[in-house]
């Protein structure tokens, strides 16, 4: 179970008095391991990652019967993460696509960064989410699906990547 950083370069600025860290990341690759990636679903989360591999990280959704999606994640235009959905099966049923998109825009909670894309996939602005948290992060160049692992290459515009 881990998290391997390949490469990190940025900058990190000290709490001041009561606050948190803050600072700004130039580019970073990162590599989550599929039990780490099941430690980082949010707690109460009905969600178990089945396997990571050949492109596509396979979940089961663990209500009704158990639904089961094959998704891949993929940087977008903007930089932002992409999380296509490219099946979902309701035991042995297929689910078609406008069911998957009209879940996801019911079921998500609505919150500035998260955004449910018409074909279906799920985009995350990371930016967004962590300059709330006071962090500057560059926009997301690649993400690929290895056997037992998700890489994230983040990487500012002009800088060189992986380092000094």
């Not at 663990?62 to 891949?72: A, F, S, W």
């Not at 989410?129 to 500057?136: C, D, P, Q, S, T």
Request: proline content about 10%; charged content about 25%.
């Amino acid at each position: 179970m881990s998290i391997t950083i390949h490469s990190l370069r940025g900058r990190a600025h000290p709490p001041e008095a009561g606050g948190r860290w803050s600072g700004r990341l130039e580019s970073a690759t990162i590599a989550i391991s599929q039990p780490a990636l099941e430690l980082l679903l949010p707690p109460g989360v009905p969600l178990t990652v089945v396997h990571v591999r050949s492109g596509q990280i396979r979940l089961r959704l663990n209500i009704r019967g158990g639904v089961e999606l094959v998704i891949r994640p993929a940087a977008s235009d903007a930089g932002s993460l992409r999380i296509e959905v490219l099946s979902a099966r309701l035991g042995i049923l297929p689910v078609p696509r406008p069911l998957i998109t009209k879940m996801l825009r019911d079921k998500l909670p609505r919150k500035p960064g998260i955004q449910v894309q018409s074909d279906g996939s799920l985009e995350l602005d990371h930016r967004m989410l962590a300059a709330k948290l006071g962090w500057e992060l560059p926009p997301l160049k690649r993400a690929r699906v290895l056997d037992g692992l998700v890489e994230f290459c983040l990487e500012a515009p002009g800088s060189l990547p992986g380092g000094d």
